[in-house]
C-alpha cells in the first residue's frame, strides 16, 4: 500500500470521527481486480452501512479534496486518476507545440478516462460522465440493490482463502458494441448506467497515482 492510500485512509477515519459517522475498514489482497471489488461489494451489502469508499492501495486523496467528495450528493462518484506513466514523446512534442506547464504536464501524463467521454468535466469540477476509474469512488447501497433486483449482474460462487460466499459480478468484465471488451470499472460504469444511474467523477488537484513514481493532479 502506498504511502499516499495510507494517508487518505487515516484521514477518512478523522473526517468520519469530526462527524460522527459509523465506519469500518475491510481490505482483500491476492486477488485479480474485479474479483477484488466483487468481494467488497459483498462485505458492504451485508454490512449496516449506506455508502461505500472504495480505494485502490495505489490512490491518494487530499483531505479538502475527500470533504469535497463526501459533501456531493450522488449516487455513484469517481475521481479522474493521473496516468502513473511518462511518456515523454508526447511531453516534448506539446513543447514543441507551444504548450506549457499543466497542459504539457497532462500530455506526458494524462487522466486516466478522459479519452473515454465525450465530454470531461473541466478543471476543478465534478460533472457527469461516461465511464471513470474506480481507483476510488462513494457508492450509495441503493446503486447495487438495483442493479441485482434488475438481473444486471450474475450471482456466482466466489472461493477465496479465508472467504467463501456468492458474490455479485458487478465488476466482471463486458463487451460493448462499440467499444469492445471492457475493462471491469468500465463494465461497472456500464451497469450502473444501465440499472439508471448517473455518474459523476471529479477532475482536478489533490489526486494521487502510485507507480514507479507519484504523479498528482
Known amino acids: 500500500m502506498s504511502v499516499e492510500t495510507t494517508t487518505t485512509l487515516m484521514n477518512l477515519s478523522l473526517i468520519f470521527r469530526n462527524r460522527n459517522i459509523d465506519y469500518s475498514f475491510v481490505s482483500v489482497s491476492n486477488a485479480e481486480v474485479g474479483t477484488a471489488r ?41 475521481v479522474y486518476q ?18 506549457s506547464g499543466r497542459n504539457a504536464q497532462y500530455a ?26 474506480t481507483g476510488f469512488y462513494i457508492l450509495k447501497k441503493a446503486v447495487l440493490e438495483s442493479i441485482i433486483d434488475q438481473g444486471i449482474a450474475l450471482k456466482m460462487l466466489t472461493r477465496m482463502p479465508n472467504f467463501s460466499q456468492a458474490t455479485y459480478g458487478f465488476f466482471n468484465n463486458v463487451t460493448d458494441d462499440e467499444l469492445g471488451h471492457l475493462s471491469e470499472d468500465y463494465s461497472f460504469c456500464t451497469r450502473v448506467k444501465r440499472a439508471g444511474f448517473e455518474i459523476h467523477a471529479y477532475l482536478g488537484p489533490g489526486v494521487s497515482h502510485t507507480g514507479p513514481m507519484t504523479f498528482k493532479s
Open 38 to 78: 466483487n468481494i467488497l461489494a459483498a462485505h458492504f451489502l451485508a454490512s449496516a452501512h449506506d455508502k461505500f469508499i472504495g480505494i485502490d492501495d495505489d490512490i491518494g486523496v487530499e483531505i479538502s479534496v475527500l470533504e469535497r467528495l463526501l459533501d456531493h450528493e450522488a449516487d455513484f462518484l469517481a
Open 82 to 99: 493521473p496516468q502513473r506513466t511518462l511518456d515523454l514523446n508526447a511531453f516534448e512534442a506539446a513543447i514543441l507545440s507551444g504548450k
Open 108 to 133: 506526458a501524463a494524462p487522466f486516466v478516462g478522459t479519452t473515454s467521454n465525450p465530454t470531461n468535466p473541466s478543471y476543478g469540477s465534478i460533472g457527469k460522465v461516461q465511464f471513470i476509474g
